[in-house]
């Protein structure tokens, strides 16, 4: 049976609210930075889209996410911070919202902090929160999802509530088709449900269900699978369950993949959290098989995307979507656990682990340093009209944000996000991604060497190939007259000598 929905009291708005707090401060020290970095740079390229389809073609995989970032800077204005906004409310906002599901889904307290504490102090959710990626959103929209495939299993003749699934269900692989794995716990939990207590009343479940499939075979059609480009398979490759390896190796790449889950989820030794949660899935599976495949499930469906190729499973940022399954996982575990348990002894044991959570919580790494910005803004106020501006390829991203002239998003295939800039300034030329063959860069610096005195060269993310791209101008008869340098980017003048 599921446990039953509770009323919320002002107790859960205080544990909620302090939560809230704890999410914040371990979080705040990232925001607003003098330069977004490579990733979040062409998200945030968003601000400079004309019209839904490149708002589309920016978002990839999770268009929801990047329309709602055009809306907020739309009408707030861009900014490094205002970038950030989204992604941080959403992270800040995870912790107490799994709680409030989590009590009003009848869990004891002791459970719903537990599980709402493995959220506030996760290591990679604290780090993305910050970043201008869905993530953070993934998160917060898997918990909706979560609430509505409980409320579902808890009545599961009610159209209102099968209803209610099919709509989270739809606006989450809107946000971000990553929310899909939850989605198909949820639906895999409430038919199972309807099966087993009233298999005569299938009628909600058969219309949310069909509805649902409607939608994701158009969805996928229409936007999953054009945004899943050949550079981005290739980005993910190793990321990947290898069934063509045989079962050893594919058995080898699925522990290897949910190491790297627990890890980026846990902020404790991975061994052991790694084993806490395949006995929380024990105890659950056991004592409350209705419930089972709404918070386990998710996990095989990754683990079957990632066998498929269409997800990759281990990929750190990626699996942010599968944290609050794992956190409900826990709290429900320890409900069913602490039920035998005297409360005092079950409030102990929360005590200690939410204590060795939170003295585990590594300092917050500090925003990846790539000042791109000022770099950007002083070339476009010293080269003159016969100089050339050459973009080293992993600046492209950050050089279109920030570039005071007008750019033109592309879709671009090879490219792992699906999209290319091109930016509309003539002596702008962007270097191609050459890193493994460092001296492809040549014929690019021969057109520039063969039509101008000074070449510009600004880069950030760089690669080895940065010291070859200047041999190659030194060749040409250039020499470095002048350099700027700024946190994790540099601004470079090459003239001709002779």
């Given at each position: ?252 790449d699925v522990v290897t ?119 950007v803004a002083a070339v ?109 980017a540099s601004l470079t ?6």
């Amino acid at each position: 049976m599921a446990a039953q929905g509770a009323a919320l009291g002002p107790l859960d708005a205080v544990v909620a609210l302090a939560l809230l707090a704890v999410s914040v401060a371990v979080r705040v020290g990232a925001l607003a930075p003098s330069s977004l970095w490579l990733d979040d740079a062409w998200v945030a390229l968003v601000s400079r889209a004309d019209g839904l389809g490149e708002v589309v073609m920016v978002g990839n995989t999770a268009p929801g996410f990047v329309a709602m970032q055009a809306l907020v800077l739309g009408v707030v204005g861009f900014s490094e911070l205002t970038a950030q906004l989204l992604p941080f409310l959403f992270g800040v906002a995870a912790a107490p919202a799994l709680y409030l599901v989590a009590r009003r889904c009848g869990l004891c307290a002791p459970a719903a902090v537990l599980g709402a504490a493995l959220v506030a102090t996760s290591p990679l959710h604290i780090v993305h929160s910050a970043r201008v990626k869905p993530f953070t959103a993934d998160a917060l929209a898997a918990v909706a999802v979560l609430l509505a495939g409980w409320r579902v299993v808890e009545r599961p003749v009610s159209a209102r509530r099968w209803a209610g699934l099919g709509i989270v269900s739809v606006l989450a692989v809107v946000v971000s088709a990553a929310t899909a794995a939850t989605v198909a716990g949820a639906y895999l939990a409430g038919v199972l449900a309807v099966g087993l207590r009233r298999p005569r009343a299938l009628r909600p479940a058969v219309w949310s269900t069909a509805g649902f499939g409607v939608f994701a075979v158009g969805w996928w059609a229409l936007v999953v699978r054009h945004a899943s480009t050949p550079g981005l398979r290739a980005y993910w490759a190793n990321r990947y369950v290898e069934v063509s390896a045989g079962p050893g190796a594919a058995a080898g790449d699925v522990v290897t993949g949910l190491a790297e889950v627990v890890q980026g989820f846990v902020a404790l030794p991975r061994a052991p959290a790694a084993a806490a949660l395949a006995a929380a899935a024990v105890v659950v599976v056991a004592r409350r098989p209705l419930l089972a495949p709404l918070v386990v499930a998710p996990v095989v469906v990754a683990v079957a995307l990632a066998a498929l190729q269409l997800a990759p499973l281990g990929g750190g940022r990626t699996d942010i979507h599968l944290y609050p399954s794992l956190a409900l996982l826990v709290a429900l575990a320890l409900h069913v656990v602490g039920s035998r348990l005297p409360r005092p002894a079950a409030g102990t044991l929360v005590a200690v682990v939410v204590a060795a959570l939170v003295l585990a919580v590594r300092p917050l790494p500090p925003y990846p340093d790539e000042d791109l910005r000022p770099l950007v803004a002083a070339v476009e106020q010293r080269a003159r009209s016969g100089d050339a501006i050459a973009v080293y390829s992993a600046s492209r991203w950050a050089y279109a944000l920030y570039t005071s002239g007008p750019v033109e998003l592309e879709r671009d295939v090879t490219s792992a996000n699906g999209f290319a800039v091109a930016i509309a300034d003539e002596r702008v030329e962007v270097l191609g991604p050459h890193r493994a063959d460092p001296r492809a860069h040549a014929p690019a610096l021969d057109r520039l060497a063969a039509g101008h005195d000074r070449i510009w060269l600004i880069s950030s993310h760089t690669g080895a190939d940065l010291p070859v791209i200047e041999q190659l101008l030194a060749e040409r008869g250039f020499v470095a007259t002048a350099t700027e340098i700024r946190p994790g980017a540099s601004l470079t003048l090459w003239s001709r000598t002779g």
